[in-house]
């Protein structure tokens, strides 16, 4: 279940994902078989290509794409999530989701 984003948030992840582009698209979450993650990074790309050759640089396996509608994407969680996030300079997404050590979000203090 996917909550704390937009719509155009989401359209604007699925233009790019469709336009060919790496697209990042971060957002709380919650499913039952990973109840200690609290958000998800879906990282996209419509050419299959280099979205796996980007997945490489990362050590993300080409069996972890989810192939779901036109929009192909590896989820990232945890540490690999925040590890992305930071090399790839997506600071904002550390920050507006609270994901760096020590840092709670407002409505959790």
């Known amino acids: 279940m996917a909550f704390g984003i937009r719509r155009n948030e989401l359209e604007l992840w699925k233009e790019k994902v469709i336009n060919g582009e790496i697209a990042f698209l971060t957002h709380f979450w919650y499913d039952q078989r990973f109840p200690h993650y609290t ?26 794409v989810h192939q779901r509608d036109s929009f192909p994407h590896f989820d990232l969680l945890g540490e690999k999530q925040k590890e992305v996030l930071r090399q790839e300079g997506l600071m904002d997404h550390l920050e507006r989701f609270h994901l760096e050590k020590g840092d709670k979000c407002n409505e959790c203090k």
């Open 39 to 64: 958000t998800v990074t879906k990282v996209g790309c419509g050419d299959l290509d280099k979205l796996l050759a980007w997945g490489e640089k990362y050590q993300l396996r080409p069996e972890w």
